[in-house]
């Protein structure tokens, strides 16, 4: 049985997708709840919105903790990655490892995963994944540490925010392009 559950955060309602093995999809805020549900309803197209039993409800709850800018890894939320590519999962698992306010690079994705050649291939799975804010795209960035590409609602700047909150500071990234 798949089901879902949305939840208020300090950067609005997200809602959250369940099987049998994990967490199936995570949605950050979109203009209106509608399109929210709507995308994250990809995940579970048949699930049933009920009350999160308690470990989906602790999951909600370390998620709502790090947008509220405590330093939360959501390292032992167990995600379902049954559906997605091989390829995905490696990226997936990788980007995972990033510690909240921490960046890594598309090629340094693709390096820790063995393929050095990859970084564009890592930039299109994390632009496909269903696991926001838990598998952290947002802290992977682009070449040089530049803030490119972020499928989220509001883009660039719904990553820099979620950054922000992490404790990552704008300076760092000006003194980043300076550099470059």
């Known amino acids: 049985m798949y089901a879902y559950a949305f939840f208020d955060t300090s950067i609005g309602r997200c809602g ?13 805020p979109e203009r209106s709840e509608g399109t929210t549900r709507t995308r994250l309803m990809r995940h579970c197209p048949n699930a049933d919105e009920i009350e999160p039993p308690k470990q989906i409800a602790r999951a909600i709850e370390e998620i709502a903790a790090l947008l509220r800018g405590e330093k ?43 393929d050095p050649s990859a970084a564009r291939a890592v930039g299109q799975a994390l632009g496909r994944n269903p696991f926001a804010i838990v598998v952290p795209c947002h802290r992977v960035v682009g070449a040089n540490d530049k803030l490119v590409g972020f499928s989220a ?27 470059a």
């Open 16 to 28: 959250l997708a369940w099987g049998p093995r994990g967490i199936v999809g995570v949605q950050l």
């Open 72 to 114: 939360k890894g959501l390292r032992t939320l167990q995600l379902d990655m049954s559906r997605v590519p091989a390829f995905n999962a490696r990226v997936y698992e990788t980007a995972r490892a990033i510690a909240p306010g921490k960046t890594r690079t598309y090629g340094e994705i693709a390096r820790a995963i063995g």
């Open 153 to 179: 609602s509001g883009g660039i700047a719904t990553k820099l925010k979620l950054l922000e909150i992490e404790g990552w500071r704008a300076e760092e990234q000006l003194l980043f392009e300076e550099l």
